[in-house]
């Protein structure tokens, strides 16, 4: 049985940062792309960054880039989002995600095959 479970999301002034981790059962992410999404009230979700399997590669949204940092550690079956510089912007649910059909980066939600439940991140000004 696969699970994916977010945590580090909260409450954090604008300029602050946050550290959100992704662990991961069922599976190992050693062959595995991951990716994280985020969906803000009233807005489409959105792709925020991914990491290939290796973690050798990654990919960011542009409104994101420069500020966050994807990374991964396959030992502990675990992804990491850290968030910088964080903006009234970035307020949202935040989603992490298994990739099992690549092991390079994509930002397609299709692609995706497993999710997490989100964690809430709020930024206030």
């Known amino acids: 049985q696969v699970q994916l479970v977010e945590s580090g999301g909260g409450l954090v002034q604008a300029g602050g940062s946050l550290r959100l981790s992704c662990a991961a059962s069922g599976l190992t992410f050693s062959r595995y792309a991951m990716g994280w999404f985020r969906q803000a009230p009233g807005k489409e979700r959105e792709f925020v960054a991914s990491?290939?399997?290796?973690?050798?590669?990654?990919l960011y949204a542009d409104s994101v880039k420069g500020r966050f940092t994807i990374s991964r550690d396959n030992a502990k079956n675990t992804v990491y989002l850290q968030m910088n510089s964080l903006k009234t912007e970035d307020t949202a649910i935040y989603y992490c995600?298994?990739?099992?059909?690549?092991?390079?980066?994509?930002?397609?939600?299709?692609?995706?095959?497993?999710w997490g439940q989100g964690t809430q991140v709020t930024v206030s000004s």
């Open positions: 995600g298994v990739a099992a059909r690549t092991i390079g980066v994509t930002d397609t939600p299709t692609m995706y095959d497993y």
């Open positions: 990491i290939s399997w290796s973690g050798s590669r990654t």
